[in-house]
């Protein structure tokens, strides 16, 4: 929370022109675009380099946010290392359906592991650009963040000691439970959430991919999801119960799961393997608005949350990493602050767009289960409009690789 202003006997405050709190893909790139055009900056992380590095996520990342990254320097290792894919596979009522979308939009995915971009941007950032970065920093604070002078202090982790750095932006990267959005005016923030109801047990197999492609399967006893993510690895998700314990699901409960709900004519078994990783995801998302408050600009998940539903939270947090970059380093090297006067504008445009395909696609997902004929036919409706018009298929294949704007 916005704490009272340093007092005067507090030792001298260091000084950057910014402050990045939160050192995930949209602080990192951040810093990194403001170190390329020489703009001071410090990353403050409350967790160890080791964590962020190590901590896993998203995998998606869409065409154009590559290209961004790339036009910035910052994508050598991702394109050297990714794979990447050109079209998904539904499956339903027992059937498959193959998906071309780059066929019809000429773009295609990239499949990355969240953190294997973390590590290239930490290294790009702080190891070759000299980004000033401090990792295991404790109780985060922001001081005066509405005036022209605003600071933020943290306590060394090394010392024990209160540090304060004054700055002249302080950009809140530091995602849905951070110090920075729990900074907003109170009587002025508002957050718009939307609770779908449903939760996905998120599932990391030592196995081979069993098909070359993404999968989605809509059955009656749940959603079903299958993301390549290495040549070893594999990411599913389950539809479960929310709050459910992650615990109750043995090993050959998840398998027998699996089976059945991917299970489609002409589909090749399994590869099954061990679980390294489970854990239940509540589906919901959240936009918070204002995402500027006097020298406090939010970004990624401190500004909107996206359940994974459509894959678009680290586009989105990528998005706004280079709105926000560019748009500092044009304040700071040519006195243009066109880009931070219409950041929030454009900010929340994509946010809401992206929102709203995922409450769309929700219920794709999710409405076969979900008891209710009526959920369930105009779903099924839905899916199959995707295979008999030409005008749905390019609509879809645009909106689930962001196509209509790019970084």
């Not at 022109?17 to 951040?30: H, N, R």
């Not at 299958?226 to 998840?254: F, I, K, N």
């Not at 926000?324 to 929030?344: C, E, I, M, N, V």
């Not at 099924?380 to 704007?405: I, K």
């Amino acid at each position: 929370m916005t704490a009272p202003s340093p007092h005067s006997g507090s030792a001298p405050a260091q000084r950057f022109p910014v402050v990045v709190v939160g050192a995930g893909p949209a602080g990192l790139t951040i810093g990194a675009i403001l170190r390329a055009a020489g703009v001071g900056c410090l990353v403050l992380e409350t967790e160890s380099r080791e964590f962020v590095e190590r901590r896993p996520r998203a995998g998606v990342i869409e065409e154009w946010a590559v290209r961004g990254l790339e036009r910035r320097g910052l994508a050598r290792t991702l394109l050297e290392r990714a794979q990447t894919h050109t079209e998904c596979e539904f499956r339903f009522a027992g059937e498959r359906y193959r998906f071309e979308y780059t066929g019809l939009t000429g773009q295609h995915h990239f499949v990355y592991p969240q953190q294997l971009l973390v590590t290239d941007l930490v290294r790009e950032y702080a190891d070759v650009r000299g980004g000033e970065i401090r990792f295991g920093v404790r109780d985060v604070r922001l001081h005066e963040p509405e005036s022209d002078r605003p600071s933020v202090s943290y306590v060394c982790p090394d010392s024990g000691e209160r540090l304060h750095v004054q700055a002249d932006f302080i950009a809140g990267c530091d995602g849905a439970r951070g110090v920075t959005r729990a900074s907003l005016p109170p009587e002025r923030a508002r957050l718009a959430r939307h609770d779908y109801g449903v939760g996905w047990l998120a599932l990391l197999a030592e196995a081979p991919p069993s098909t070359d492609c993404v999968v989605f399967g809509m059955h009656p006893r749940g959603f079903a999801g299958h993301m390549p993510r290495s040549a070893e690895v594999t990411r599913y998700y389950l539809q479960c119960p929310p709050g459910d314990d992650p615990e109750s699901w043995s090993h050959d409960r998840v398998w027998t799961e699996l089976r059945e709900r991917l299970g489609a004519a002409g589909a090749p078994p399994l590869q099954e393997g061990r679980l390294i990783e489970r854990r239940v995801l509540d589906m919901h998302g959240y936009v918070v608005e204002p995402v500027v408050s006097g020298r406090l600009f939010l970004a990624g998940d401190a500004a909107h949350l996206t359940a994974p539903i459509a894959a678009k939270g680290l586009n989105l947090a990528l998005h706004d990493a280079f709105l926000l970059g560019d748009g500092l380093a044009a304040h700071f090297t040519k006195d243009d602050d066109t880009g931070l006067s219409g950041y929030a504008a454009a900010c929340l445009a994509r946010a809401w767009d992206y929102q709203e395909f995922s409450q769309w696609l929700s219920e794709v997902y999710h409405g076969t289960a979900s008891g209710d004929p009526y959920r369930a036919g105009a779903a099924l409706a839905r899916l199959r409009r995707l295979f008999d018009s030409p005008v749905a298929a390019t609509e879809f294949a645009e909106r689930y690789l962001g196509v209509r704007t790019g970084g």
